[in-house]
Nanobody
Framework: QVQLVESGGGLVQPGGSLRLSCAASGSNFRINAMGWYRQAPGKQRELVALISPGGNKNYADSVKGRFTISRDNAKNTVYLQMNSLSPEDSAVYYC???????WGQGTQVTVSS
């Protein structure tokens, strides 16, 4: 089972930026697609960004042009650079291998003035 540790969340003002990191254990990291998901209180968990093993990227419409997903296979780490943050981006953010069953503890992002 892959273990995932997300970090980098915090409190940021509207318009600010954060960079999330997700460190994954296991030797299959480089052959898995990786996704960043988020879940706000009372809402379903949603996929916001996806990166394929080869580096192809897809984004939810709500974050296109503001978020950038990347990966470093040598470090078994996937990143999410988040710019121009708004209160609507506040949520717990999780990374997840696709396909896979593993979830980490998530990292809280709060956008507020």
């Amino acid at each position: 089972q892959v273990q995932l540790v997300e970090s980098g969340g915090g409190l940021v003002q509207p318009g600010g930026s954060l960079r999330l990191s997700c460190a994954a254990s296991g030797s299959n990291f480089r052959i898995n697609a990786m996704g960043w998901y988020r879940q706000a209180p009372g809402k379903q968990r949603e996929l916001v960004a996806l990166i394929s093993p080869g580096g192809n990227k897809n984004y939810a419409d709500s974050v296109k042009g503001r978020f950038t997903i990347s990966r470093d296979n040598a470090k078994n780490t996937v990143y999410l650079q988040m710019n121009s943050l708004s209160p609507e981006d506040s949520a717990v953010y999780y990374c997840h291998p696709i396909p896979g069953n593993s979830w980490g503890q998530g990292t809280q992002v709060t956008v507020s003035s």
